[in-house]
């Protein structure tokens, strides 16, 4: 296997892994939320946070650690505009998860100890920059599979 294919794949696995981990903490973090149940919600909370750091964190490193793997090996990809606009969505979403992040590190304390109301805050930005974000993470796998030229 050239260095390519095995940057390339790579690449596809950390793409899966950062959308898969996404959209399952996206879902148990809104299900324990809207169980009512302070005690899930708190577990929650707190694994939600290990699990962006263990899965998320880690993809993303191999995501951009594989992207500029293979932009070493054909650094003319640079002038193509599906990858510039990939690129510019790469940074748009990365932008969205930080406060993301930290919302997520308020929700953990917040769950512990504060008003129903300061979680529901909380939690209602959080749900709109990963609403935000989602879509963006789409059009960037769509991106990188279809490589249209505009």
């Given amino acids: ?4 294919l095995l940057l390339k794949t790579l690449h596809v696995i950390s793409a899966i892994v950062v959308l898969g981990t996404g959209v399952g903490i996206a879902w148990y973090t809104l299900r324990g939320w809207l169980s009512g149940d302070r005690q899930v919600f708190r577990w ?4 939600t946070v290990t699990a962006d750091w263990v899965f998320t964190t880690s993809a993303i490193v191999m995501l951009l650690g594989s992207a500029a793997g293979m932009l070493s090996i054909y ?7 599906w990858l510039k606009v ?4 790469t940074v748009l979403v990365f932008l969205l998860w930080l406060p993301v992040m930290v919302l997520q590190y308020r929700l953990r304390i917040h769950a512990q100890k504060s008003s129903d109301l300061e979680v ?3 939690m209602k930005l959080w749900c709109a920059l990963g609403a935000a974000a989602f879509p963006l993470m789409i059009a960037i796998v769509f991106l990188m599979v279809a ?4």
């Fill in 147 to 150: 490589k249209p030229h505009f």
């Fill in 120 to 122: 529901h805050r909380v």
């Fill in 86 to 89: 990939a690129m510019t969505l």
């Fill in 75 to 81: 650094p003319a990809w640079l002038q193509q505009s």
């Fill in 44 to 47: 929650i909370s707190r694994e």
């Fill in 1 to 4: 296997m050239s260095i390519y």
